[in-house]
């Protein structure tokens, strides 16, 4: 699946649109919920499921019974975030190949040093060496 790109040449050509939601705990300037938010801009709209483990960005964005998530969000454990990202990938397929499902949808999974470098490394591995849609980040945090 071809995902078209649309750079932004400048300032004014950022999407407006905010799928992260001010109101979480996070740090002011947290670098991780910064690249959440321009990760999700820079997705293209509302059309994006997004898999997190455990983590910093998660605990920070959705204290219970609230979410700052405007888009599909599933909170799952560290060694387990591509494992699940690929599982839904896989399945928007067959649901797009049976007719079920007409749509575009692209599957994120963010994560840190530990569900990617450390206990989850084994599963990005297995994730990124298969074709898939399926995109891993690391917002590596270090408090001063």
Known sequence: MAVKVKLARSFFDI????????????????????????ILKASGGPDVII??????LEVTTTIYPYTSWGVPYIHVAFENAAAVASGIEAAIKALNKNGLLRRNTRVIAIAGDGGTYDIGLQASVVCLSVVTVSYTYSTTMRHT
């Open 15 to 38: 999407p407006r649109e905010e799928y992260l939601a001010p109101g979480h705990t996070a740090c002011p300037a947290c670098g991780a919920t910064l690249a959440a938010r321009l």
């Open 51 to 56: 898999v997190n483990p455990t983590g910093c």
